[in-house]
């Protein structure tokens, strides 16, 4: 689980967007890169690899509870699983 903002270098000027801190983009400066915040559930692979599975990415409403969303998220996403027979 993740909540923070889905980055997106081009929206700078869009609503509710927000800024997250990054290094090491293109020229290996610090930069703000604008975005929005994003409920994000991945999967991690087993064993030695970095790979992730993105099950489900939901976008936060300005003044939404990141927690209750969450759970409401991680609930749907574990019965999206059971349902698939995973």
Avoid at 22 to 49: C, N, Y
Wanted: with cysteine; glycine share 10%.
């Amino acid at each position: 689980m993740d909540v923070s903002p889905w980055l997106r270098p081009d929206v700078d000027t869009s609503l509710d967007c927000s800024c997250r801190h990054t290094f090491g983009r293109g020229l290996g400066k610090h930069q703000m890169v604008p975005g929005w915040p994003s409920s994000i559930v991945a999967a991690l692979e087993t064993g030695r690899t970095s790979w992730t599975a993105l099950l489900d990415a939901f976008p936060l409403e300005p003044g939404t509870d990141p927690a209750a969303v969450t759970a409401g998220q991680v609930r749907e996403v574990i019965e999206r699983l059971i349902r698939a027979g995973q």
